[in-house]
């Protein structure tokens, strides 16, 4: 079946750095944009990162801009997100999920994701 | 750039029709059609009821519609059910080629 689990989370120190990874199975994982997703403990939602299907293009929030690295490696169906200087405004719950998407030249317009890891828990604190 | 603006919570009794409100601007949901709403429950990662303003993904209920009018796009569900009661956030493509949530929305069925 269709599925994405993520890993990597844990209990980190402010400043340190983190690397999550979310394997994908069950389709063809070099076809699809992915995106990351974090929410933070009794918050909303908030977009995180994107990177279309064969890694050419990918856009970063501001708020993690220069600190956050998405990537991902088609040949072993794996997404990941490397994170550093982490402060406790990115603790939170960090979720894959996959992205559709249309081709209007020149770029990909994402309208929605519409399958989601269960969730990897980042706790930044001293 | 701010979170879409969505009413912290709505409330409305079984059987009833509720709508969720998303507004935002020309750079997100008012310039594109691509708005998506998620239902999460707690404790639980967010499942896609609505792409493109108005599509539902197969085995949403068709009791879940979207709808756009300018900066503002909406999120009704009608014929109320318990199990509606959830968290619901909407969902825009951005100018910059980014995505943008609402804050979300609490849902009660009275």
């Known amino acids: 079946q269709v599925q994405l689990v993520e890993s990597g989370g844990g209990v980190v120190q402010p400043g340190w750095s983190l690397r999550l990874s979310c394997a994908a199975s069950?389709?063809?994982?070099?076809?699809?944009?992915m995106h990351w997703v974090r929410q933070a403990p009794g918050k909303g939602l908030q977009w995180v990162a994107v990177i279309w299907y064969d890694g050419s293009e990918k856009y970063h929030a501001q708020s993690v801009e220069g600190r956050y690295t998405i990537s991902r490696d088609n040949s072993k169906n794996m997404l990941y997100l490397q994170m550093s200087s982490l402060t406790v405004e990115d603790t939170g719950v960090y979720y894959c999920?996959?992205?559709?998407?249309?081709?209007?030249?020149?770029?990909?317009?994402?309208?929605?994701?519409?399958?989601w890891g269960q969730g990897t828990t980042v706790t930044v604190s001293s | 750039q701010s979170a879409l603006t969505q009413p912290a919570s709505v409330s409305g009794s079984p059987g009833q029709s509720i709508t969720i409100s998303c507004i935002g601007t020309s750079s997100d949901v008012g310039g594109y059609g691509y708005v998506s709403w998620y239902q999460q429950y707690p404790g639980k990662a967010p499942k896609l009821m609505i792409y493109q303003v108005t599509n539902r993904p197969s085995g949403v209920s068709n009791r879940f519609s979207g709808s756009k009018s300018g900066n503002t796009a909406s999120l009704t569900i009608s014929g109320l059910q318990a199990e509606d009661e959830a968290d619901y956030y909407c969902?825009?493509?951005?100018?910059?080629?980014?995505?943008?949530f609402g804050g979300g929305t609490k849902l009660t069925v009275l």
């Open positions: 969902s825009s493509y951005t100018s910059s080629s980014h995505v943008i």
């Open positions: 999920a996959r992205s559709l998407a249309e081709w209007k030249h020149p770029r990909y317009y994402y309208y929605g994701m519409d399958v």
């Open positions: 069950g389709f063809t994982f070099r076809s699809y944009g």
